[in-house]
């Protein structure tokens, strides 16, 4: 049986290049700052840095209501948001029904139709300034701040909805219902929403609650940060050569920063992304967020078994384990001698060494997706951050269950971060997460725009 050895543990994470000390994190983030340049000129580029044509504001007059809609995976919510004399949003009204398509195939009317459904009560009997839509699949944003489907999640069926415009289509709904309306629709993805809702969330000083600001400090710009099931960033750029724009005011740039194409992968990390949906692409997603850190640590304790680095009496039954959910790991990371999820269960009393050495390897594949995440955050921060004062800090807005419930993600991450930001002088920031930063951002979104 194997006894704990984390010195030969550490030798097989660094041969098969897994071992977070393989990385030099300056090296990485000025690799991401030129990554992020070539993308915004439209040069060749794995971060294609996407114009969102939304303005972050950066003032909202109290008084004000808006339609805020989210459309998720299993779910479609609607709310009607207030903006009040502090800036704060209130939700109203809301409420929670089934994502058209997820209970059978609807056609493109049916489905617009469902939404308009939804939306009708809270347009008729109230005043709003317009309606902010987050829609969470993959689109392509138009000059207007529209989306064009390009294609849903297996829980979605609705195939004619894929090439149509998303805003366009509720409009039209909306007036065969009777219901004029000619105000704003803005379409937007979950990131940017997350970035919008810190506007409202997170103080100019970078506290939770808003605190009194007796200077009309204006606070430093939002970066918008998901790291969940998947990886993204989003940030105020003010020049994007590859649409001509150029503006102080900014717009909002997502830069799907899990498709970065890291350096530091390893023979492990390249067997595992060959049996992804995806091969290819979205090499730092694959070793950050929760669709894949179970998946890969499986990978990778195989390989310590094949390798007999890591021996105990049902090893067999773990090389034949199909997949490992990241939420089993995540249990059993936070509770290893529970001995009641699926990894921890394979392991009799006697075989603490065996056990302990695979909450080692664990902790390494943590550490070093932690690691990189806080180089992505370094570099979108040091984007935004000239000629901001300390008592103004970039605002990094977080979502995800991956940050937030992890075992030793954000500990770790926001550890690394500072590091990295310290290193030469106090760069100044704050890392909050939100709550319901799709609802909030798509309230927001809605006062980014005027017809």
């Not at 948001?81 to 056609?107: C, D, H, I, W």
């Not at 004062?389 to 926001?414: C, D, H, Q």
């Amino acid at each position: 049986m194997s006894k704990f050895n984390p010195d030969a543990l550490s030798d097989f994470a660094r041969y098969y290049g897994f071992h977070y000390d393989c990385i030099n994190p300056h090296a990485l983030v000025k690799d991401i700052l030129i990554e992020m340049q070539r993308g915004l000129e439209g040069s060749t580029s794995s971060l294609p840095m996407i114009p969102s044509y939304i303005t972050p504001v950066t003032h909202i007059p109290p008084g004000k209501t808006v339609l805020a809609l989210d459309a998720g995976g299993t779910n479609l919510r609607s709310s009607l948001v207030y903006f009040n004399e502090n800036g704060e949003a209130v939700a109203q009204r809301t409420s929670k029904t089934p994502m058209p398509g997820t209970n059978g195939q609807l056609k493109a009317s049916e489905f617009f139709n469902a939404i308009a459904d939804v939306t009708l009560p809270l347009l008729n009997d109230t005043k709003i300034e317009g309606i902010g839509f987050t829609f969470s699949y993959p689109m392509k944003i138009t000059s207007d701040a529209d989306g064009i489907l390009l294609s849903f999640s297996k829980e979605v069926d609705a195939p004619d909805v894929v090439g149509k415009e998303i805003g366009k289509g509720l409009r039209d709904a909306l007036c065969a219902k009777g219901c004029k309306y000619s105000g704003p629709i803005v379409l937007l993805n979950d990131t940017v929403a997350t970035l919008l809702s810190g506007l409202v969330s997170i103080s100019p000083d970078g506290e939770n609650t808003r605190t009194k600001n007796d200077f009309n400090a204006k606070g430093g710009p939002v970066v918008g940060f998901i790291l969940g099931t998947g990886f993204n960033t989003a940030y105020p750029e003010t020049n994007i050569p590859k649409i001509k724009f150029n503006s102080s005011s900014g717009q909002i740039v997502v830069c799907e920063t899990g498709n970065f194409d890291i350096h530091y992968r390893g023979q492990l990390d390249r067997e595992y992304d060959s049996t992804t949906k995806n091969p290819g692409s979205y090499f730092l997603e694959k070793a950050t967020a929760g669709a894949y850190l179970g998946p890969l640590t499986l990978v990778i304790l195989k390989q310590a078994i094949k390798d007999k680095l890591l021996q105990f009496k049902k090893a067999d039954e773990l090389l034949a384990m199909p997949n490992l959910e990241t939420r089993f790991l995540n249990e059993f990371a936070h509770a290893p001698l529970c001995a009641q999820d699926p990894l921890g269960s394979l392991f009799a009393p006697d075989e603490t060494g065996a056990l302990a050495s695979v909450q080692y390897l664990t902790s390494l594949v943590t550490e070093r997706g932690a690691l990189f995440s806080a180089a992505v955050l370094a570099a979108t921060i040091k984007r935004v951050s000239f000629g901001y004062e300390p008592f103004s800090p970039v605002r990094v807005a977080v979502e995800g269950t991956t940050y937030m419930i992890y075992k030793g993600m954000r500990r770790s991450l926001e550890s690394y971060l500072h590091r990295i930001l310290f290193k030469d002088k106090p760069l100044p920031y704050v890392v909050s997460p939100v709550e319901q930063g799709s609802l909030f951002g798509a309230a927001v979104a809605a006062l980014s725009k005027k017809n």
